[in-house]
């Protein structure tokens, strides 16, 4: 296996759409396809991610026909890292991650395998974990759940009422969103503004949910002291 830097360029093909994401507006990274750009929007939202690299690496091997062939992942994903307790995330190492359709895995899975196959041997041998994301894995509630807070990311509020909220949450530890109206705000009109203030903070992470169930207004919320990394449906390859 020869590794080569010179990673394949991303442009239109038929039936895909490609562009490039802002991620937290600190750098852009190129995606080919909507289902890659969902996991982005999934990566941006999660505070544990660290960095993510497109298309890291070109691995160039020869084929089951002694032909040369290569094979370029598209995507390697770094977290934040624990001194005390190691890495904040469920995998110890960072992810080398493809992205495929259900279909496409399903009909080209004989043609796709040895490129997978050179891709784990290279994880293991650089201390990654080789992963394929397919849209059960990133269209779940966590995707449905993060699209729908991402509306009030830029939403502006008042900051003494960010500051009720939070006190309030400091007292309690946790409690449900319907508390925090029922308790903070006595007209109905003052729960509607407060309830769009509340999709905000969880959208900029200063409070906290289970991101993996349905929001509603009985969803639990707390102050952010650890917005810990889940990842819903990864039970299956």
Same mark, same amino acid.
């Given at each position: 296996?020869?590794i080569?830097?010179?990673?394949?360029?991303?442009?239109?093909?038929?039936?895909?759409?490609?562009?490039?994401?802002?991620? #937290?507006?600190?750098?852009?990274?190129?995606?080919?396809?909507?289902?890659?750009?969902?996991?982005?929007?999934?990566?941006?939202?999660?505070?544990?991610?660290?960095?993510?690299?497109?298309?890291?690496?070109?691995?160039?091997?020869?084929?089951?026909?002694?032909?040369?062939?290569?094979?370029?992942?598209?995507?390697l994903?770094?977290?934040?890292?624990?001194?005390?307790?190691?890495?904040?995330?469920?995998?110890?190492?960072?992810?080398?991650?493809?992205?495929?359709?259900?279909?496409?895995? #399903?009909?080209?899975?004989?043609e796709?395998?040895?490129?997978?196959?050179?891709? %784990?041997?290279?994880?293991?041998?650089?201390?990654?974990?080789?992963?394929?994301?397919?849209?059960r #894995?990133?269209?779940?509630?966590?995707?449905?759940?993060?699209?729908?807070?991402? #509306?009030?990311?830029?939403?502006?509020?008042?900051?003494?009422?960010?500051?009720r909220?939070?006190?309030?949450?400091?007292?309690?530890?946790?409690?449900s969103?319907?508390?925090?109206?029922?308790?903070?705000?006595?007209?109905?009109?003052?729960?509607?503004?407060?309830?769009?203030?509340?999709?905000? %903070?969880?959208?900029?992470?200063?409070?906290?949910?289970?991101?993996?169930?349905?929001?509603?207004?009985?969803? %639990?919320?707390?102050?952010?002291?650890?917005?810990?990394?889940?990842?819903?449906?990864?039970?299956?390859?």
């Open positions: 296996m020869k080569s830097m010179k990673n394949r360029k991303i442009g239109y093909t038929y039936g895909s759409v490609s562009g490039n994401f802002s991620f #937290r507006q600190e750098k852009s990274i190129a995606f080919e396809s909507l289902l890659e750009k969902d996991l982005l929007t999934l990566l941006a939202y999660n505070q544990k991610v660290l960095n993510v690299v497109e298309q890291p690496v070109t691995l160039e091997y020869i084929n089951n026909n002694g032909r040369d062939a290569s094979y370029t992942p598209d995507f994903v770094y977290f934040k890292t624990n001194s005390n307790q190691g890495m904040s995330s469920p995998y110890d190492k960072p992810l080398l991650i493809e992205v495929k359709t259900h279909d496409i895995l #399903r009909k080209k899975f004989d796709l395998r040895p490129k997978f196959k050179i891709a %784990m041997k290279y994880a293991m041998e650089n201390g990654f974990i080789f992963k394929i994301y397919d849209e #894995r990133i269209r779940g509630q966590y995707f449905k759940n993060v699209t729908f807070l991402e #509306r009030y990311r830029s939403l502006e509020y008042d900051l003494n009422e960010e500051e909220i939070l006190n309030h949450l400091e007292k309690l530890g946790q409690t969103i319907d508390h925090v109206l029922a308790y903070l705000y006595a007209s109905q009109t003052q729960r509607g503004i407060a309830i769009g203030q509340i999709w905000s %903070m969880l959208a900029n992470h200063k409070i906290a949910c289970d991101i993996n169930i349905p929001l509603t207004q009985n969803t %639990m919320i707390w102050c952010n002291l650890d917005d810990s990394f889940t990842e819903e449906g990864d039970s299956h390859e």
